[in-house]
């Protein structure tokens, strides 16, 4: 398998340092956005992003914003929303807002693994 590009997107940093951690482990690159802003930037300018991870509580720009403007220019873009609060309106406003998958936290690298796999199968 080759190596993957994966956007996390997160405003706690010890989630970022975790993740960082996870895919070192799984051989693939992470590139870290702290905020909504910087993860639009940065899906605009560095190619190849295979799949993102997405916090959905943030400040300045919460996850459901990023997602809106995100599937504008990026619509196949794998997009697994990240949340350490289940709320079943959440959930249902980040599927409608064409998120593909979850990840509860704090979640291990087994679960990280599983959720790249499964949404990089093609590429």
């Not at 809106?68 to 873009?77: E, P």
């Not at 980040?94 to 599983?114: F, Q, S």
Request: proline share 4%; glycine share 4%.
């Amino acid at each position: 398998m080759r190596k993957r590009n994966i956007l996390f997107v997160d405003d706690d940093s010890s989630i970022l340092i975790s993740a960082t951690l996870f895919l070192r482990y799984l051989e693939h690159e992470i590139i870290h956005a702290d905020s909504g802003p910087k993860a639009i930037e940065l899906l605009n300018t560095v190619p190849d992003i295979d799949v993102m991870f997405l916090d959905l509580m943030m400040p300045e720009m919460d996850g459901f914003e990023v997602l809106r403007r995100v599937r504008k220019t990026h619509a196949s873009l794998p997009i697994i929303v990240q949340t350490g609060v289940i709320d079943d309106r959440d959930l249902k406003k980040a599927k409608r807002l064409g998120a593909n998958d979850l990840i509860i936290k704090p979640y291990t690298k087994e679960e990280v693994a599983r959720l790249i796999n499964k949404h990089t199968k093609k590429v």
